[in-house]
T-cell receptor, first 114, second 111 residues
């Protein structure tokens, strides 16, 4: 069963702690993306990666970091520098460069900072 | 820069009525256009996409959208709403190296 998996589904963090969100895909797509979703604001791009060992900042990269050591995996770390991290985080994958093809989304991780 | 405007953050229709969700875009180059649907606490699922072929695009679950270049619009329609259509709908515009999502429209279907 092909798709995008994200874990955990719900995550709670204390202020000042870093936390890593997992994203795995078995679609064999080159590109992967991380979005943040806040109520009434749609999706905003955090980071994206077109190929292994390469990634680019999106519109709201401050306070976040990523790695792309394997084609299948694109973890996102929310650092203590992110001032307002409580949000719904969505990972996606696609065949082509950003903006050229359909993106396939995972089920999301809801992060709450206590 | 590209942008997307979805008119109406909330739309309510009766079961069996026409669904019309509005999307206008701005782009300096011919864009790709998408409609995605999101059910509560889930990821987004593609409904349909326009990639410069036919201007009337048919998608899943009976939805369709028409690309109107003169109006820079890509409105989503469904002739007869079903209770299962209740969800949030996102319009997106993209071209090389950039993709923008609208703020979303929440569709409520009344019995």
């Amino acid at each position: 069963d092909g798709g995008i998996t994200q874990s955990p589904k719900y995550l709670f963090r204390k202020e000042g702690q870093n936390v890593t969100l997992s994203c795995e895909q078995n679609l064999n797509h080159d590109a992967m993306y991380w979005y943040r979703q806040d109520p009434g604001q749609g999706l905003r791009l955090i980071y994206y990666s077109q190929i292994v060992n390469d990634f680019q900042k999106g519109d709201i990269a401050e306070g976040y970091s990523v790695s792309r050591e394997k084609k299948e995996s694109f973890p996102l770390t929310v650092t203590s520098a992110q001032k307002n991290p409580t949000a719904f985080y969505l990972c996606a994958a696609g065949r082509g460069p950003l903006g050229t093809d359909t993106q396939y989304f995972g089920p999301g991780t809801r992060l709450t900072v206590l | 820069a590209q942008s997307v405007t979805q008119l109406g953050s909330h739309v309510s229709v009766s079961e069996g009525a026409l669904v019309l969700l509005r999307c206008n875009y701005s782009s300096s180059v011919p864009p790709y256009l998408f409609w995605y649907v999101q059910y509560p606490n889930q990821g987004l699922q593609l409904l349909l996409k326009y990639t410069s072929a036919a201007t009337l695009v048919k998608g899943i679950n009976g939805f369709e959208a028409e690309f109107k270049k003169s109006e820079t619009s890509f409105h989503l329609t469904k002739p007869s709403a079903h209770m299962s259509d209740a969800a949030e709908y996102f319009c997106a515009v993209s071209s090389n190296n950039d993709m923008r999502f609208g703020a979303g429209t929440r569709l409520t279907v009344k019995p």
